[in-house]
């Protein structure tokens, strides 16, 4: 893989989204307003459940806001046959595919750090609360789990007439299984439970999944792009 | 298929669904020779320049470019091949500067080219505006310059013509004059280079016409 | 294979007269033969049924996505069919799995889902998945490049299965907090039987049905060809 093609691929989508402002904000938006629906749909003065409310509240508006940054690039690329100008390079598809993942990685991180101070302040100022050195970690770890598949998934749905609808079709079902485990992981950390050899496990499996589907995206995103 | 062609197209065909876009198409270049490409809408010249750039595979029949077949040596012909196609091809939302430091990290080009390009497009001031602030003319220019930053041996250009600016016509021209290149214009307008006595290949329904 | 008077049978057919005597020797044995379950009572029968539905749902599964990996390597169109019948066929098996679930849920505790049921949990999943199969394969014009965004998908899909069920069996602390205890694989000889009997009539169902649907969809393949071609002006 280049290197150097890899970081101007990365750098190009930095570069693009800070003068564009285009996803970033929308997805800083959408996330505090799915705070405040689930806030008031769950709960009026406590949220109904308490902090392990919460915690699902955090992970599937987490979920739901990596779905919307999925398509940001691709769909644009496309329509402007700016892909002819990629593809007739000599950069291989796979870091085409890894830069994308990168960038993909770092809006869902940039969308955070301004999402999870307003979510304590919501949700978690009354309470226990959950181990946060674990919750970043889990955060981090998932986000690049999200990110490898959105950057494989976004392809696929691109060229289709709906792929604002299907994109998120697409990668649902693979994040079901992310947010079992890190709901689990995080509520494992509430007290009186304390972090321990099941948060390891926990963990791990966050490992796996970003290796599993790092390793297939990777494989696979050439057979999206080349015609 | 012969190394010693630039370009050798034999029985080339590429299919979208059913349709068959190229329907076995003969061609063949030699090194340095210009040829220019003519035919009717439809015919095919986009769907052949983009199967020679590698941005489409072929459906049957055997291509070679730059001595490279096609599909399977994709990846090492493409560092010797330019395309500028109907889009520019560049990034809107980056500098003019930045479209080309992008090419020239995917094309393993050294950084200094960049300016040395945007210098004979006769875009040097014009480095730092927004690629989507500039006039179609110089979008085109600049689509020049992004073909031809890593020197290529091959050189595919479709409608350079279309809303090229003077300026850019005086570019294309020296462009066209550099010795050593092997070049396939597809053009509407072949009369324009009717004094330089190139080929001419007219391309329809997806093949050479006799 | 030829019958006795010497005409020759396909596939196809020889398939689907093998389930159906798989089959009904099957529904004989669950109905007639195994004694009733200790704890649960005749009611627990559907899970000869259901068990190997659900198995047959995964072995289609992984044949699905076996040729997906093929035509993407190969290109040969004809995978493309081989791998979507199997993913379509699944979901059909798929259905019937989550239909079995959750009457024997429905017998076994009164509801309709057993949330403490691993199985059923991470097959869910994977029902979602051949759903959003479905919707990427309706999504895209067919032609090549449909075939290879079905193969990418499919491929997506095997990891899929081993991820949702360490997923769900990790989060079974939050999914269903109190566990149900459910008798493991001891079963008797005559169980076992039954079981396997079952199994086999499923599987062979699901490779006649295979064979059919395979045949359907390359007959309209070739009409819609021919249409195609019949409006084309001549030349």
């Not at chain 1, 992970?59 to 999925?70: E, K, P």
């Not at chain 2, 490409?37 to 291509?63: E, F, I, M, Y």
């Not at chain 3, 999914?175 to 086999?200: E, K, W």
């Given at each position: 893989m280049n290197g150097r093609a890899f970081r101007a691929l990365v750098r190009k989508d930095l570069v693009l989204e800070v003068r564009g402002r285009e996803v970033v904000p929308a997805m800083a938006v959408f996330v505090l307003a799915a705070f405040v629906l689930f806030r008031f749909g769950l709960g009026g003065e406590t949220l109904a459940g308490g902090t392990r409310a919460a915690v699902g509240v955090l992970w599937i508006a987490t979920v739901f806001t990596a779905m919307l940054g999925l398509l940001r690039g691709f769909a644009a690329e496309r329509e402007d046959r700016l892909w002819d100008g990629l593809l007739a390079s000599?950069?291989?598809?796979a870091s085409i595919w890894a830069a994308r993942t990168v960038s993909l990685l770092v809006f869902q991180i940039a969308v955070q750090v301004l999402a999870l101070p307003v979510f304590w302040v919501l949700f978690l100022q009354q309470g226990r609360t959950p181990s946060y050195g674990v919750l970043v970690l889990a955060l981090l770890l998932a986000d690049l789990g999200m990110a490898a598949l959105g950057a494989l998934v976004a392809g696929l749905a691109?060229?289709?007439?709906a792929r604002e609808v299907l994109a998120p079709v697409l990668f649902l079902p693979f994040a079901i299984p992310l947010v079992i485990v890190a709901v689990s992981l995080t509520t494992g950390t509430i007290p009186p439970q304390t972090a321990g050899s099941h948060t390891v496990t926990r963990l791990g499996f966050l490992g796996l999944y970003d290796t599993v589907f790092a390793l297939l995206g990777w494989a696979l995103f050439e057979y999206v792009v080349e015609e | 298929m012969s190394s010693s062609e630039a370009v050798a197209c034999r029985r080339l065909v590429r299919r979208f669904g059913e349709r068959a876009a190229l329907d076995g198409v003969d061609l063949a270049l030699a090194p340095g020779e210009t040829v220019l490409l003519t035919g009717p809408n439809g015919a095919g010249k986009t769907t052949l320049l983009r199967v020679l750039a590698t941005v489409l595979r072929p459906s049957a029949g055997d291509v070679s470019v730059a001595g490279h077949d096609l599909p399977r040596e994709a990846r090492r012909a493409r560092a010797a091949v330019g395309y500028a196609g109907h889009?520019?091809?560049?990034?809107?939302?980056?500098?003019a500067r930045e479209n080309l430091e992008l090419y020239a990290a995917l094309y393993g080009?050294?950084?200094?080219?960049v300016g040395t390009a945007l210098a004979r497009v006769g875009l040097a001031d014009r480095a730092?505006?927004?690629?989507?602030?500039?006039s179609r003319g110089m979008l085109q220019r600049l689509a020049l310059a992004r073909a031809t930053l890593h020197a290529p041996g091959v050189l595919l250009l479709d409608?350079?013509?279309?809303?090229?600016d003077a300026e850019g016509r005086q570019v294309l021209d020296a462009l066209l004059a550099e010795r050593g290149r092997t070049t396939l214009i597809a053009t509407h307008e072949p009369e324009r280079f009717a004094d330089r006595g190139w080929r001419r290949v007219e391309l329809r329904a997806g093949r050479v016409a006799a | 294979m030829e019958t006795a008077n010497g005409a020759r049978i396909d596939r196809a057919t020889a398939a689907a007269l093998a389930a159906t005597v798989l089959m009904a020797t099957a529904l004989g044995l669950i109905f007639f033969y195994v004694p009733n379950d200790a704890?649960?009572?005749?009611?627990?029968?559907?899970f000869y049924l259901h068990v190997p539905i659900a198995m047959t749902t995964y072995v289609l599964f992984v044949w699905g996505a076996l040729n997906a990996a093929r035509y993407l390597w190969t290109?040969?169109?004809?995978?493309d069919l081989r791998s979507y019948v199997p993913m379509h066929l699944g979901t059909v098996f798929g259905t019937l799995t989550l239909i079995t679930g959750s009457l024997w849920a429905q017998i076994s505790w009164?509801?309709?889902?057993?949330?403490?049921?691993t199985e059923l949990n991470s097959f869910l999943i994977i029902f979602l998945f051949y759903c959003a199969y479905f919707m990427l394969r309706f999504s895209v014009e067919p032609g090549e490049r449909r075939a290879r965004y079905s193969a990418v998908y499919a491929l997506l899909g095997v990891g899929l299965i081993p991820v949702s069920v360490l997923a769900v069996h990790l989060g079974q602390d939050i999914i269903h907090p109190i566990t149900f205890t459910r008798h493991g694989a001891n079963m008797d000889n005559s169980m076992l039987l039954t079981f396997l009997v079952s199994l086999a009539a499923m599987l062979v169902l699901a490779y006649s049905m295979y064979e059919v649907e395979l045949r359907g969809k390359r007959l309209d393949d070739r009409i819609a060809r021919l249409r195609r071609l019949a409006r084309e002006p001549a030349g």
């Amino acid at each position: 893989m280049n290197g150097r093609a890899f970081r101007a691929l990365v750098r190009k989508d930095l570069v693009l989204e800070v003068r564009g402002r285009e996803v970033v904000p929308a997805m800083a938006v959408f996330v505090l307003a799915a705070f405040v629906l689930f806030r008031f749909g769950l709960g009026g003065e406590t949220l109904a459940g308490g902090t392990r409310a919460a915690v699902g509240v955090l992970w599937i508006a987490t979920v739901f806001t990596a779905m919307l940054g999925l398509l940001r690039g691709f769909a644009a690329e496309r329509e402007d046959r700016l892909w002819d100008g990629l593809l007739a390079s000599p950069v291989d598809r796979a870091s085409i595919w890894a830069a994308r993942t990168v960038s993909l990685l770092v809006f869902q991180i940039a969308v955070q750090v301004l999402a999870l101070p307003v979510f304590w302040v919501l949700f978690l100022q009354q309470g226990r609360t959950p181990s946060y050195g674990v919750l970043v970690l889990a955060l981090l770890l998932a986000d690049l789990g999200m990110a490898a598949l959105g950057a494989l998934v976004a392809g696929l749905a691109s060229t289709a007439r709906a792929r604002e609808v299907l994109a998120p079709v697409l990668f649902l079902p693979f994040a079901i299984p992310l947010v079992i485990v890190a709901v689990s992981l995080t509520t494992g950390t509430i007290p009186p439970q304390t972090a321990g050899s099941h948060t390891v496990t926990r963990l791990g499996f966050l490992g796996l999944y970003d290796t599993v589907f790092a390793l297939l995206g990777w494989a696979l995103f050439e057979y999206v792009v080349e015609e | 298929m012969s190394s010693s062609e630039a370009v050798a197209c034999r029985r080339l065909v590429r299919r979208f669904g059913e349709r068959a876009a190229l329907d076995g198409v003969d061609l063949a270049l030699a090194p340095g020779e210009t040829v220019l490409l003519t035919g009717p809408n439809g015919a095919g010249k986009t769907t052949l320049l983009r199967v020679l750039a590698t941005v489409l595979r072929p459906s049957a029949g055997d291509v070679s470019v730059a001595g490279h077949d096609l599909p399977r040596e994709a990846r090492r012909a493409r560092a010797a091949v330019g395309y500028a196609g109907h889009d520019p091809l560049v990034y809107p939302g980056l500098r003019a500067r930045e479209n080309l430091e992008l090419y020239a990290a995917l094309y393993g080009v050294d950084p200094g080219a960049v300016g040395t390009a945007l210098a004979r497009v006769g875009l040097a001031d014009r480095a730092g505006d927004l690629a989507g602030d500039l006039s179609r003319g110089m979008l085109q220019r600049l689509a020049l310059a992004r073909a031809t930053l890593h020197a290529p041996g091959v050189l595919l250009l479709d409608e350079p013509t279309a809303a090229l600016d003077a300026e850019g016509r005086q570019v294309l021209d020296a462009l066209l004059a550099e010795r050593g290149r092997t070049t396939l214009i597809a053009t509407h307008e072949p009369e324009r280079f009717a004094d330089r006595g190139w080929r001419r290949v007219e391309l329809r329904a997806g093949r050479v016409a006799a | 294979m030829e019958t006795a008077n010497g005409a020759r049978i396909d596939r196809a057919t020889a398939a689907a007269l093998a389930a159906t005597v798989l089959m009904a020797t099957a529904l004989g044995l669950i109905f007639f033969y195994v004694p009733n379950d200790a704890s649960e009572g005749y009611s627990q029968r559907i899970f000869y049924l259901h068990v190997p539905i659900a198995m047959t749902t995964y072995v289609l599964f992984v044949w699905g996505a076996l040729n997906a990996a093929r035509y993407l390597w190969t290109g040969d169109e004809s995978l493309d069919l081989r791998s979507y019948v199997p993913m379509h066929l699944g979901t059909v098996f798929g259905t019937l799995t989550l239909i079995t679930g959750s009457l024997w849920a429905q017998i076994s505790w009164g509801t309709w889902w057993d949330w403490s049921s691993t199985e059923l949990n991470s097959f869910l999943i994977i029902f979602l998945f051949y759903c959003a199969y479905f919707m990427l394969r309706f999504s895209v014009e067919p032609g090549e490049r449909r075939a290879r965004y079905s193969a990418v998908y499919a491929l997506l899909g095997v990891g899929l299965i081993p991820v949702s069920v360490l997923a769900v069996h990790l989060g079974q602390d939050i999914i269903h907090p109190i566990t149900f205890t459910r008798h493991g694989a001891n079963m008797d000889n005559s169980m076992l039987l039954t079981f396997l009997v079952s199994l086999a009539a499923m599987l062979v169902l699901a490779y006649s049905m295979y064979e059919v649907e395979l045949r359907g969809k390359r007959l309209d393949d070739r009409i819609a060809r021919l249409r195609r071609l019949a409006r084309e002006p001549a030349g």
